[in-house]
C-alpha cells in the first residue's frame, strides 16, 4: 500500500509548529492517499522515525517522502538520507522514494511578487529589496540565492536587490540591514525566505522593528502565507493516487 511521509525542519517556537501542521493538514485533505503522515528532522514531534512507523503500522509498503525544505542543503543531502536509510534497513519491505526540496521555482518567484506588492503596493526603482536566508556553508544555497535575487530583480523592476543570510554565511542579517538602507534613498522592503513562522522569522521582525525608525521598513512574512507553496506540495502526486 502506498504512503507519503512529510518531514518538515521542526522549531522550538510552538506557533511555528503550529503553523506547519495546520500547512500540512491542508495538504493531507487536498491529496487522495489513504496513508498520510507528518514527522519533523528535529526540535518538534513526530520525528521521521515516528512518521515512518505509523506508517507501517497502517500497512505501507511503498512510501513516497516529502520534504517541506525550500533549498538544497546539509539536511536534505546528509541529514534526512541518513535517518531514513537506517529505516529502509530497519524496514527492508518497505520501498522508499524521496522528492527534492522546492529549489528554485518560477512560481515562488511570481508569489513572492505578489507578497510584496500585497505589503508594499507598487516598487519603484529607489526601493530596496532584501532577502533573508536561513544560511548555508553549502555553495549551491549561495548560487540559488544569486537566481533568487536575479528572478525577484526581473520581476520587481528595481536596481536594489540584495541577500543577507541569518546563520553560517556572510552577509549576516545586521550588515545586510545596513547595507540595504544605504544603497538607497526609498524604502527598504525585506523578504524573509523562510517557509512558517518561528524563532527566525522572529529574529528578522525584530530587526525591521528596531531599524522602522531609521527608514520605511516593509516585511512580506512567511513563504507559506501564498497559496502557491501548498499547491506545489500537492502537485507531483497523480502517479500514487
Given at each position: 500500500?502506498?504512503?507519503?511521509?512529510?518531514?518538515?525542519?521542526?522549531?522550538?517556537?510552538?506557533k511555528?509548529?503550529?503553523?506547519?501542521?495546520?500547512?500540512?493538514?491542508?495538504?493531507?485533505?487536498r491529496?487522495?492517499?489513504?496513508?498520510?503522515?507528518?514527522?519533523?528532522?528535529?526540535?518538534?514531534?513526530?520525528?521521521?522515525?515516528?512518521?515512518?512507523?505509523?506508517?507501517?503500522?497502517?500497512?505501507?509498503t511503498?512510501m513516497?517522502?516529502?520534504?517541506?525544505?525550500?533549498l538544497?542543503?546539509?539536511h536534505?543531502?546528509?541529514?534526512i538520507?541518513?535517518?531514513?536509510?537506517?529505516?529502509?534497513?530497519?524496514?527492508?519491505?518497505?520501498?522508499?522514494?524521496v522528492?527534492?526540496?522546492?529549489?528554485?521555482?518560477?512560481?515562488?518567484?511570481?508569489?513572492?511578487?505578489?507578497?510584496?506588492?500585497?505589503?508594499?503596493?507598487?516598487?519603484?526603482?529607489?526601493?530596496?529589496?532584501?532577502?533573508?536566508?536561513?544560511?548555508?556553508?553549502?555553495?549551491?544555497?549561495h548560487t540559488?540565492?544569486?537566481?533568487?535575487?536575479?528572478?525577484?530583480?526581473?520581476?520587481?523592476?528595481?536596481?536594489?536587490?540584495?541577500?543577507?543570510?541569518?546563520?553560517?554565511?556572510?552577509?549576516?542579517?545586521?550588515?545586510?540591514?545596513?547595507?540595504?538602507?544605504?544603497?538607497?534613498?526609498?524604502?527598504?522592503?525585506?523578504i524573509?525566505?523562510?517557509?512558517?513562522?518561528?524563532?527566525?522569522?522572529?529574529?528578522?521582525?525584530?530587526?525591521?522593528?528596531?531599524?522602522?525608525?531609521?527608514?520605511?521598513?516593509?516585511?512580506?512574512?512567511?513563504?507559506?502565507?501564498?497559496?502557491?507553496?501548498?499547491?506545489?506540495?500537492?502537485?507531483?502526486?497523480?502517479?500514487?493516487?
Amino acid at each position: 500500500m502506498k504512503a507519503i511521509l512529510y518531514i518538515g525542519h521542526g522549531t522550538r517556537s510552538k506557533k511555528g509548529a503550529e503553523e506547519v501542521k495546520s500547512f500540512l493538514n491542508r495538504v493531507i485533505e487536498r491529496v487522495d492517499t489513504l496513508i498520510q503522515e507528518v514527522s519533523f528532522l528535529e526540535l518538534t514531534e513526530p520525528s521521521i522515525e515516528e512518521g515512518f512507523r505509523r506508517c507501517v503500522e497502517r500497512g505501507a509498503t511503498e512510501m513516497t517522502v516529502v520534504p517541506i525544505f525550500l533549498l538544497a542543503a546539509g539536511h536534505i543531502k546528509e541529514d534526512i538520507p541518513n535517518v531514513l536509510s537506517a529505516l529502509s534497513e530497519q524496514y527492508p519491505e518497505v520501498r522508499v522514494n524521496v522528492r527534492n526540496p522546492f529549489g528554485v521555482q518560477d512560481e515562488i518567484l511570481n508569489a513572492i511578487a505578489e507578497l510584496v506588492r500585497e505589503a508594499a503596493g507598487k516598487v519603484t526603482p529607489q526601493d530596496a529589496v532584501l532577502i533573508v536566508g536561513r544560511g548555508s556553508s553549502d555553495p549551491s544555497i549561495h548560487t540559488a540565492f544569486t537566481m533568487i535575487a536575479s528572478g525577484i530583480k526581473e520581476r520587481l523592476q528595481t536596481n536594489h536587490v540584495s541577500v543577507c543570510y541569518l546563520a553560517a554565511a556572510e552577509p549576516r542579517l545586521p550588515e545586510g540591514f545596513e547595507a540595504a538602507m544605504e544603497s538607497s534613498a526609498g524604502r527598504v522592503i525585506v523578504i524573509p525566505y523562510l517557509l512558517f513562522s518561528g524563532l527566525l522569522l522572529a529574529e528578522v521582525n525584530q530587526m525591521v522593528r528596531k531599524k522602522q525608525n531609521e527608514r520605511e521598513i516593509i516585511c512580506t512574512g512567511q513563504l507559506s502565507r501564498h497559496r502557491v507553496i501548498e499547491d506545489i506540495v500537492v502537485e507531483g502526486f497523480d502517479e500514487i493516487r
